[in-house]
């Protein structure tokens, strides 16, 4: 599986999923989850910026699961609106938005991009 950065990954099944998620912790890369579906509008709207934050910061890995189409990754993330942004570091939720806050989702991409690097 190649690594793909400045891109939003989008999982399909579990298995890509979980391995996308092993691949992050191995790297020691922030991971950036957009808990989304397509009928929900606030995630239609916000889905733009989440792809520009991706080509932006590349030093994290940013993946969108459907919770329609992943229901036990959504399940086990306990997602109950969307869209919902977990931030995952070394395999640990460090960092929950619920709704589409642009402005708090920046501010914690670079929170936990710069800790990362540094």
Excluded at 37 to 51: E, H, K, M, T
């Amino acid at each position: 599986m190649a690594s793909e950065e400045g891109v939003v990954i989008a999982c399909h099944t579990k298995e890509e999923f979980d391995a996308q998620m092993a691949k992050a912790k191995e790297a020691g890369k922030l991971v950036v989850i957009d808990f989304t579906a397509s009928w929900c509008g606030p995630c239609r709207a916000i889905a733009p910026l989440f792809v520009e934050h991706a080509k932006k910061f590349t030093q994290a890995v940013f993946l969108k699961v459907d919770v329609d189409e992943l229901k036990e990754v959504t399940a086990a993330y306990k997602i109950e609106a969307m869209p919902t942004f977990h931030f995952i570091k070394n395999g640990e939720t460090v960092e929950t938005i619920v709704g589409a806050r642009k402005d708090e989702l920046l501010a914690l991409i670079q929170k936990h991009t710069t800790s990362v690097s540094a």
